[in-house]
């Protein structure tokens, strides 16, 4: 089955910088790849995702990119403030319909 | 617009008892997840239905079973409850395909 794997586990930035969270995958057949931000206490919600026939995705501060080849996808996060200190989750989606994560990041941003 | 529902939120379980997870989704959504969630783990997925009547494993089905006779209700039932199903249980739903999950807030489960 698939395995999602999500670099770094911690990561704190300070107000105004930007946030890279990144994401390797081991099959090719997965074409599904979103990324949940989950709050403290609630459960994980949907912030952008991306088809395999994509590249490149942007929604105002986030970004999310992906390298079928290289089977890596990352997500951007630019200008961060403290209201985007959560945990990150990237998953990844083959034909059998369900959904593999990865372990997540907790993102601190400092004001 | 209550979305996915689960029930209860805290549970204390003590080791052989038996238990079911409840969890309803006014969406009217034709795919429905159990994940559980361990501390810097991520979220390992448990079953799924792709609709009512239909179930299948996903990475860690053992030791949970799982039933799908209405497209609302989805419950995951213990049977003996052992300490290494500690965790915290998330319900999700989904139209299916390349569609967002929506999740529950979890059920937080701790078996002594």
């Known amino acids: 089955g698939e395995n999602v794997e999500q670099h770094p586990s911690t990561l704190s930035v300070q107000e105004g910088d930007s946030a890279v969270i990144k994401c390797t995958y081991s099959d090719s057949a997965s074409n599904y790849f979103p990324w949940y931000k989950q709050e403290l206490g609630k459960g994980p919600q949907l912030i952008i995702d991306?088809?395999?026939?994509?590249g490149e995705k942007k929604d105002q501060r986030i970004a999310v990119t992906l390298n079928k080849t290289a089977k890596h996808f990352s997500l951007h996060i630019t200008e961060t403030q403290p209201e985007d200190s959560a945990v990150y989750f990237c998953?990844?989606?083959?034909?059998?319909?369900?959904?593999?994560f990865g372990a997540g990041t907790r993102l601190t941003v400092k004001p | 617009n209550a979305g996915v529902t689960q029930t209860p939120k805290f549970r204390i379980l003590k080791i052989g008892q038996s238990m079911t997870l409840q969890c309803t989704q006014d969406m009217n959504h034709n795919y429905m997840y159990w994940y559980r969630q361990d501390p810097g783990m991520g979220l390992k997925l448990i079953y799924y239905?792709?609709?009512?009547?239909?179930?299948d494993k996903g990475e860690v089905p053992n030791g949970y079973n799982v039933s799908r006779s209405t497209t609302e209700d989805f419950p995951l039932r213990l049977e003996l409850a052992a300490p290494s199903q500690t965790s915290v249980y998330f319900c999700?739903?989904?139209?299916?395909?390349?569609?967002?999950?929506?999740f529950g807030q979890g059920t937080r489960l701790t078996v002594v």
């Open positions: 998953a990844a989606k083959e034909r059998r319909d369900d959904m593999r």
């Open positions: 239905s792709v609709g009512a009547g239909i179930t």
């Open positions: 999700a739903s989904s139209l299916g395909g390349f569609t967002e999950a929506f």
């Open positions: 991306i088809r395999s026939n994509v």
